[in-house]
Each structure stands twice: as structure tokens, then as C-alpha cells.
């Protein structure tokens, strides 16, 4: 599952797929040089295409509205949050100059800080391994150790998991880690929006009782059909097939 997810974050990017057809052309184009010369202007207007942010916003949405946000006094009713990893960047960085890096989906790490700090009886589960295949030998786990504790969070209440990567992998270690208290008590699972809707149904498949807790939304309303920015628009594209792509290979092999 670990080779397939990773191959799946190859497919999922359209440029990925506009190289392959370009190179098609290439190939084609001693034999066919007409049909050759189509194909390279089609792939280029595809590629000016890929930059309105309404069409990727079209697929996430559905995702990120799965699942309404909780309400504030829905808090005290759960034992704990359960933190999936995939808010922090490489860690090279952190090697370098001795700072966690937060991503793009930061939020997954910072809106449950405040959580801890409020409720005193709080406990906090993080999961995140290395999900590359060529390793650094710093895993997420040991990033997310050093950022609660530099948040002042009380570590005597938070299990790092240090092993998971991939979805699936973080449900089976959360509830091998929590064991009888995963299922015995309900806990607020707080990952991306997008990401809820595969995430979900993996750790109920294991067992625990989890409430969804969105964050890190990348779209609002509705996007203008004006709104256009190329590289923001396709890093929305790659993130929209992974995760329906994902959501199909998941449901297929569970």
C-alpha cells in the first residue's frame, strides 16, 4: 500500500501527464508531423487551462464540506484528539537550522494547541512516520514532538506515533497505540478538510469512535471562473485526484 500511494501521487499530477503526452508527439512527430504539431498545441492549451482555480476547487469541494465543524462545547465530551501528519515539510530544514517546518497545512498542527492548553484533561495523539521512499531518518513523529513541546504543551499528555505512512497505516498505529481507549471513548480526529473523507472511515474501519474536525480548507463558497493562478491551481489538482483517486483505491482494498 506504502509503493501504491506513492505512485499514486506520481499519476495524480497533470503535468505528469501533459509530459507524457508531449512526448508522444515527439516520438510521432517523423511519421506524422501534422498530428504531431496538434497534439503539442492542445497539450500546451491544456496546460493554460490548468490554471483556473475553479475547475480543482469543483473536485475539493465536496471533500472539505463532508463534515461540519464542531462546536465549541463539543470539546470537553472527547478524551483526546488524534493529529494526523502531513503538515511539515522536509526536514533537511530542521536539520539545518534546528526549526520545525510547517507547510501548507499547518493547521493541522497548531489548531489543537490551544485545545490543550484550555482543557487541562486533554490528551493529544500524533501520528506521522517518514512517507518518502528514500528516507531522511527523521521522522514526523520526532518534528511534532519538538514543536508541541516548544508550544509549552504539557508532553505528559501527548503519544507520539512515530511509524504511519500512509492513511491507512496512521489507523491501524493510532489504535494499536491507543488500544481499548480507542474504542472505548470518542476522540477528535482533526486532519485537512479534503482529507477527512478517506481518513475517516479508515480508523472507524479499525475500531475507533472519532469525531471528523476539519481544518485547512482550500476553497470558500464558490471560485470565480476568473480566479487564475497557474501553480496554486495545479498543486489544487494533484491534491483533488489524489485524494478521489485515494478515496477509490481505499474503498476497493479495505
Same mark, same amino acid.
Given at each position: 500500500?506504502?509503493?501504491?500511494?506513492?505512485?499514486?501521487?506520481?499519476?495524480?499530477?497533470?503535468?505528469?501527464?501533459?509530459?507524457?503526452?508531449?512526448?508522444?508527439?515527439?516520438?510521432?512527430?517523423?511519421?506524422?508531423?501534422?498530428?504531431?504539431?496538434?497534439?503539442?498545441?492542445?497539450?500546451?492549451?491544456?496546460?493554460?487551462?490548468?490554471?483556473?482555480?475553479?475547475?480543482?476547487?469543483?473536485?475539493?469541494?465536496?471533500?472539505?464540506?463532508?463534515?461540519?465543524?464542531? =462546536?465549541?462545547?463539543?470539546?470537553?465530551?472527547?478524551?483526546?484528539?488524534?493529529?494526523?501528519?502531513?503538515?511539515?515539510?522536509?526536514?533537511?530544514?530542521?536539520?539545518?537550522?534546528g526549526q520545525v517546518p510547517l507547510g501548507e497545512s499547518a493547521e493541522r498542527m497548531t489548531v489543537p494547541v490551544g485545545w490543550m492548553h484550555a482543557q487541562p484533561r486533554l490528551h493529544l495523539?500524533?501520528?506521522?512516520?517518514? =512517507?518518502?521512499?528514500?528516507?531522511?531518518?527523521?521522522?514526523e513523529g520526532e518534528l511534532a514532538q519538538r514543536f508541541y513541546a516548544e508550544q509549552g504543551v504539557d508532553m505528559a499528555r501527548v503519544l507520539i506515533e512515530r511509524g504511519a505512512r500512509t492513511?491507512?497505516?496512521?489507523?491501524?498505529?493510532?489504535?494499536?497505540?491507543? =488500544?481499548?481507549?480507542?474504542?472505548? &471513548?470518542?476522540?477528535?480526529?482533526?486532519?485537512?478538510?479534503?482529507?477527512?473523507?478517506?481518513?475517516?472511515?479508515?480508523? &472507524?474501519?479499525?475500531?475507533?469512535?472519532?469525531?471528523?474536525?476539519?481544518?485547512?480548507?482550500?476553497?470558500?463558497?464558490?471560485?470565480?471562473?476568473?480566479?487564475?493562478?497557474?501553480?496554486?491551481?495545479?498543486?489544487?489538482?494533484?491534491?483533488?485526484?489524489?485524494?478521489?483517486? =485515494?478515496?477509490?483505491?481505499?474503498?476497493?482494498?479495505?
Amino acid at each position: 500500500m506504502f509503493v501504491i500511494s506513492k505512485l499514486l501521487s506520481a499519476i495524480t499530477q497533470p503535468v505528469f501527464w501533459l509530459a507524457l503526452w508531449w512526448c508522444l508527439a515527439l516520438l510521432l512527430g517523423p511519421r506524422r508531423p501534422r498530428a504531431a504539431r496538434r497534439m503539442l498545441w492542445g497539450g500546451l492549451a491544456v496546460l493554460g487551462l490548468l490554471g483556473f482555480q475553479a475547475l480543482p476547487d469543483a473536485l475539493l469541494r465536496p471533500l472539505e464540506n463532508r463534515y461540519a465543524i464542531p =462546536g465549541p462545547s463539543a470539546l470537553p465530551e472527547h478524551a483526546g484528539v488524534i493529529v494526523l501528519g502531513g503538515a511539515l515539510e522536509h526536514p533537511d530544514s530542521f536539520l539545518a537550522h534546528g526549526q520545525v517546518p510547517l507547510g501548507e497545512s499547518a493547521e493541522r498542527m497548531t489548531v489543537p494547541v490551544g485545545w490543550m492548553h484550555a482543557q487541562p484533561r486533554l490528551h493529544l495523539v500524533f501520528s506521522g512516520g517518514e =512517507g518518502r521512499l528514500r528516507t531522511t531518518g527523521v521522522t514526523e513523529g520526532e518534528l511534532a514532538q519538538r514543536f508541541y513541546a516548544e508550544q509549552g504543551v504539557d508532553m505528559a499528555r501527548v503519544l507520539i506515533e512515530r511509524g504511519a505512512r500512509t492513511t491507512r497505516e496512521n489507523a491501524q498505529r493510532v489504535a494499536d497505540t491507543l =488500544g481499548d481507549r480507542c474504542r472505548n &471513548e470518542r476522540w477528535l480526529l482533526v486532519t485537512s478538510a479534503w482529507h477527512l473523507p478517506r481518513a475517516v472511515p479508515e480508523l &472507524e474501519a479499525v475500531g475507533c469512535q472519532v469525531t471528523p474536525y476539519p481544518v485547512d480548507f482550500r476553497t470558500g463558497h464558490s471560485t470565480p471562473w476568473h480566479a487564475y493562478h497557474w501553480a496554486d491551481s495545479v498543486m489544487r489538482w494533484q491534491v483533488a485526484l489524489h485524494e478521489w483517486l =485515494g478515496r477509490l483505491v481505499y474503498a476497493v482494498t479495505r
